[in-house]
């Protein structure tokens, strides 16, 4: 029994040895996270299963078009057949008996069938179709550009929580320090005891800040690879430069009105309504075909065993109490349903845009007072710890400038990364492409 646990414990060990190295993470920029995710993505799988449905259904309509071959027919086994006798009345003439109906009968139809006024309706019908293509690949781009947002947000917030490690331990490195220098001070018989005790709660409490921001790094990691498909962390240099303007005001509302993609999917849902309309309208025309036909049976001895024919067939329903004409007002009030939505659209996407540009520009202003309260703050801690080599300061005062200079390059940190995400955002509302959101929240 010894034996088998030692062979299911190194086992064991292999296997867990394994899956850590195959789920190692791969260092991944913010540009081919978003390659990545757009890749991976089951939304957008599902985006391209919907567009190769909209194509096959335009498709199906375009086989419309063509004459239709139908072919029909049976056959039928009677109880006996039918026969006629004829009695002319006249003496030494006898006519034998005439099969009218056989016991085994049979009839095959070939008909061909040409749609002429039809072909309206079904042109109409193909143009409506073409343009739930083109709604079909613009939700594509749209989940695209939310994808790409979301996965620029879960970079830059890994790239956050990484860079709050970093300051955590810089706050741990300088508060083991201040207890090594008091602890020398107490052993000089400087300062007591309990100004040692002080720092050591220092240094307590600038190790339990770094726990939480590692477990912060691995939810942060965690929701960036969901979002791509695979394990994932952010390359290194991220954050190294600053987040710079984008655009003026105006020019990123013109840009917006132009490239959004809701806009362009309502434009096109416009379209649609008013292809609806010209469809509605076509089927108030009759149905007219051009048909051919050729019938073979076998049936009695007065039947052509072949016969054919070519004509015209119609079919109109002449009055319906307005069904149809009620459909075409439906439809023109579709049309006028969509234009008002892409009028409240474009209203409410000129107030995003400036929502977007206002917290970029506020967001690059916080990070420039972030980065003088950084300075004030170190110049603050390096002045207490001179006057607590002199005496002149406790370890109080010292753990509280450190508390202060740590928490200013928190905020600098969170103010930069803030301005990167405010600028994808910015990217987004401006109506950018995945990859352009991406190449824009790269920092």
């Not at 394990?231 to 710079?244: I, K, Y």
């Not at 108030?284 to 019938?295: C, F, I, R, S, T």
């Not at 950084?374 to 753990?399: I, P, Q, S």
Request: proline share 3%.
């Amino acid at each position: 029994m010894r034996r088998w646990g030692v062979v299911l414990g190194v086992a064991m060990s292999a296997v867990v040895a394994t899956s850590a190295h195959a789920a190692e993470p791969r260092a991944c920029t913010l540009e081919d996270c978003v390659r990545d995710a757009l890749a991976h993505g089951p939304d957008l799988v599902g985006r391209e299963a919907a567009i190769d449905a909209a194509r096959a259904g335009k498709d199906a309509l375009r086989g419309n078009y063509g004459p239709k071959l139908v072919v029909d027919g049976g056959v039928q086994v009677w109880d006996d057949e039918l026969a006629a006798d004829f009695d002319v009345g006249i003496p030494g003439i006898e006519i034998p008996p005439t099969i009218v109906r056989e016991q085994v009968t049979w009839q095959v139809n070939v008909t061909l069938a040409q749609p002429l006024v039809g072909l309206w309706q079904i042109g109409e019908a193909n143009t409506l179709a073409a343009l739930g293509i083109d709604v079909a690949e613009l939700e594509r781009e749209a989940t695209k550009v939310r994808r790409a947002l979301d996965v620029s947000e879960a970079w830059l917030s890994a790239v956050l929580a990484e860079d709050l490690v970093r300051v955590a331990e810089t706050s741990l490195g300088a508060r083991e320090s201040d207890r090594e220098r008091a602890g020398a001070l107490v052993k000089a018989g400087v300062i007591v005891e309990s100004e040692l005790l002080r720092a050591e709660l220092g240094v307590t409490q600038a190790k339990q800040a770094l726990a939480v921001a590692k477990r912060q790094v691995a939810l942060a990691r965690a929701r960036l690879a969901q979002l791509v498909g695979v394990a994932v962390v952010p390359a290194d240099g991220a954050g190294d430069r600053e987040p710079t303007p984008v655009a003026t005001l105006e020019a990123a509302k013109e840009a917006a009105l132009a490239r959004r993609v809701e806009l362009a999917q309502v434009r096109t849902r416009i379209a649609q309504a008013e292809a609806a309309v010209d469809l509605a309208w076509s089927k108030m025309a009759p149905e007219v075909n051009l048909v051919a036909q050729a019938q073979f049976a076998r049936a009695s001895a007065f039947g052509e065993e072949a016969a054919a024919f070519v004509g015209l067939t119609f079919n109109w329903t002449v009055w319906e109490w307005g069904a149809k004409a009620y459909g075409i007002d439906e439809a023109r009030a579709r049309v006028r349903e969509a234009k008002a939505g892409l009028v409240q659209l474009e209203e409410g996407i000129l107030l995003e845009v400036e929502a977007a540009h206002v917290e970029h520009a506020s967001a690059l202003d916080q990070a420039a007072l972030a980065r003088e309260a950084v300075k004030v703050a170190a110049d603050h801690y390096d002045n207490v710890r001179k006057r607590f080599a002199n005496k002149a300061a406790t370890t109080f005062d010292l753990v509280e400038a450190e508390t202060s200079l740590t928490r200013a390059r928190a905020d600098e940190k969170m103010a930069r990364i803030n301005g990167y995400l405010a600028r994808a955002r910015l990217a987004r509302a401006m109506g950018m492409s995945a990859e352009q959101i991406a190449r824009e929240g790269t920092p």
